[in-house]
């Protein structure tokens, strides 16, 4: 069974930042795709950014020059790294995961329960 575990979030200033991390735990044959989506009160879930097979990386306008993502393969976790963050990334943060799970037969969506972020002004 593949789990995400999400840790990091919480409460900052504007300005601050934030890290958050997600581990794929369980027995896991390959990760293609790890990514970050948030969803903020009344709106749809999007994409943040995301990191496909360790080398392309793809940022939301908002968050390019602001985030980081990253990944360590041999743990299979996904890091974001948030800078400056301002008001309106206020959202429930959500890791993703595309991978291929030990006896399965192809690769497979999964979400993370999320991690709340909340920027003050």
């Known amino acids: 069974q593949v789990h995400l575990v999400e840790s990091g979030g919480g409460t900052v200033q504007a300005g601050g930042s934030l890290s958050l991390s997600c581990e794929a735990s369980?027995?896991?044959?390959?990760?293609?795709?790890m990514a970050w989506y948030r969803q903020a009160p009344g709106s749809q879930r999007e994409l943040v950014a995301a990191?496909?097979?360790?080398?392309?990386?793809n940022y939301a306008h908002s968050a390019k020059g602001r985030f980081t993502i990253s990944r360590d393969n041999a743990k299979n976790t996904v890091y974001l790294q948030m800078n400056s963050l301002r008001p309106e990334d206020t959202a429930v943060y959500y890791c993703n995961a595309y991978l291929l799970p030990y006896g399965g037969f192809a690769y497979i969506n999964y979400w993370g329960e999320g991690t709340l972020v909340t920027v003050s002004s």
């Open positions: 990191i496909i097979s360790g080398d392309s990386i």
């Open positions: 369980g027995t896991i044959i390959s990760i293609n795709k």
